[in-house]
Nanobody
């Protein structure tokens, strides 16, 4: 049984930092694409940062130079370091694993965590 568990969300002031963690069981992050997705109220879920199964990182333009995604194969954990946070970064952050970043949202073979709320106050 595959399970992805996110942690590290909460409330932070604008300009602050936060680190999200996602621990997986039943699926090996090193063999899959992994990503962090954000869903703001009333909006669609979008990719924030991801790593392809080949290890290539990808970032949304809005978070480039502020967020860093890392994958630690030894403990099957993916992190999202978020710096210089802005109110528009607010949303529920989901960890996901699947065959490719391009198909993560649409594929039935993707695995998702339950999400963790990040709120950035102005």
């Amino acid at each position: 049984q595959v399970q992805l568990v996110e942690s590290g969300g909460g409330l932070v002031q604008a300009g602050g930092s936060m680190r999200l963690s996602c621990v997986a069981s039943g699926v090996i992050f090193g063999y899959n694409a992994v990503g962090w997705y954000r869903q703001a109220p009333g909006k669609q879920r979008d990719l924030v940062a991801g790593i392809s199964k080949f290890g290539n990182p990808r970032y949304a333009d809005s978070v480039k130079d502020r967020f860093t995604i890392t994958r630690h194969n030894t403990n099957n954990t993916v992190y999202l370091q978020m710096n210089s946070l802005k109110p528009e970064d607010t949303g529920v952050y989901y960890c996901a694993a699947g065959r490719a970043l391009a198909t993560m949202l649409s594929s039935r073979d993707s695995y998702w965590g339950q999400g963790t709320q990040v709120t950035v106050s102005s």
